[in-house]
């Protein structure tokens, strides 16, 4: 597994994406329109890795009870369903594998019942 990226919950994320862009001297990676609002991956150029900036108002109805206090982190791994089973049979809590905003991925808890994202 590789990470990914972290989600950051953020109020306003222009703002937060400036911040990562002009100030930090990131680059925005990916934009994706979900429900009317963009999710922004910002992050290093010669780098994988990025932060995903995720508004507030799309976690309104928050369905996987996320503590949004706390940032998600993203794997990536080259075979989901590989990835997935030998987690399950590990003894890992993972959820199924489903299509998140267009990305097929599931999920998996530690100990502490924190949730992390895995991607292809």
């Known amino acids: 597994m590789n990470v990914r990226y972290v989600v950051l919950y953020v109020n306003h ?3 937060c994406r400036n911040f ?3 100030q930090i001297g990131m680059v925005e990676k990916d934009r994706n329109d979900v429900a009317g609002t963009s999710l922004v991956q910002v992050g290093f150029e010669d780098q994988e890795f990025a932060f995903e900036l995720v508004p507030m108002s799309l976690m309104q109805n ?3 009870n996320l503590d949004l206090a706390t940032p998600s982190i993203a794997f990536r791994v080259d075979d989901l369903q590989a990835s997935h089973d030998a987690l399950a049979r590990g003894g890992v809590q993972v959820s199924d594998i489903a299509d998140h905003s267009g ?3 599931f999920a998996f808890a ?3 019942d924190h ?3 895995v991607t292809e």
């Open 13 to 15: 994320a222009d703002v």
């Open 20 to 22: 990562w862009v002009e």
């Open 62 to 64: 928050n369905p996987d």
């Open 103 to 105: 990305t097929a991925s």
């Open 110 to 112: 530690d100990p502490e």
């Open 115 to 117: 949730w992390f994202a």
